[in-house]
């Protein structure tokens, strides 16, 4: 039941004279679900390589080099992707927002009601609507239309560089865990040691993704800790029948 937010806590209708911070909060609530969610990946894709490796060589600088060369690529895979994935929503959030800047100066009286249409039918009556329009718009009629139609903040729209960097952090911090745990751990205890350290992270990211997404945490915990211990399994079989032993 904690995973419900209580009734009213936001209806999601701006009143006269309220910040329009509705945007920035799921910004901030995006960054952080993509931080676990980067963590997330670098802990499976480092931990699989890591243990494939371990299971085909007892060799230090092997592993390491291994570990940290997957490390590297993975941040670096990451932060670009996540620019040129937060690139493309940037611009389409400026192009609608220019879209409605036009909207404004060419029929202001339509754009008008439509701003009252919308809080009507978000359960206002509609001479209450219409004079939360005329505030709103007469305060900052681009802000007003950007929240309540598109639900955007034209001060805090997202940024790519911020998406990237996150990424990147996060990636390397959750390759770090695995990378350390079968670097540090004697020979005979490489893998196991790993793979106890690796599901705990994933319980930790898995039950965070869940919070943050205000989903049931036990399924989307089990569905982490699964995802990576096959992960594991599977390349730590591969790297067993490969058995170079260097």
């Not at 309220?18 to 901030?28: I, L, M, V, W």
Request: proline share 6%.
């Amino acid at each position: 039941m904690d995973d419900v937010a209580p009734p009213g806590a936001d209806s999601g209708i701006p009143h006269p004279g309220e910040p329009h911070d509705r945007e920035s909060t799921g910004s901030r609530l995006n960054r952080l679900r993509a931080g676990v969610l980067g963590a997330n990946d670098g802990i499976v894709s480092t931990a699989g390589v890591v243990v494939g490796v371990a299971a085909t060589s007892t060799s230090v600088p092997v592993i390491a080099t291994a570990g940290g060369a997957a490390l590297l690529a993975g941040a670096l895979s990451m932060a670009a992707g996540e620019y040129v994935s937060v690139s493309t929503q940037r611009d389409t959030e400026r192009a609608l927002l220019a879209t409605e800047r036009r909207e404004l100066a060419e029929m202001p009286d339509q754009e008008l009601d439509e701003l009252a249409g919308l809080y009507e039918a978000k359960g206002l009556t509609p001479d209450l609507a219409r004079e939360v329009a005329v505030q709103l718009t007469e305060r900052d009629a681009l802000a007003a239309h950007a929240d309540a139609e598109l639900h955007l903040d034209p001060d805090e729209l997202t940024s790519p560089w911020e998406a990237a960097g996150a990424s990147v952090a996060s990636f390397t911090v959750g390759g770090l865990l695995p990378l350390a745990a079968v670097l540090l751990a004697p020979t005979p205890w490489r893998v196991p040691v790993t793979f106890v350290a690796v599901v705990l992270a994933l319980v930790l990211t898995g039950w965070g993704s869940a919070r943050l997404g205000r989903a049931p945490t036990r399924r989307a915990t089990v569905r982490t800790v699964v995802g990576g211990a096959l992960a594991m399994a599977v390349t730590y079989g591969i790297g067993s029948l490969v058995d170079v032993n260097v």
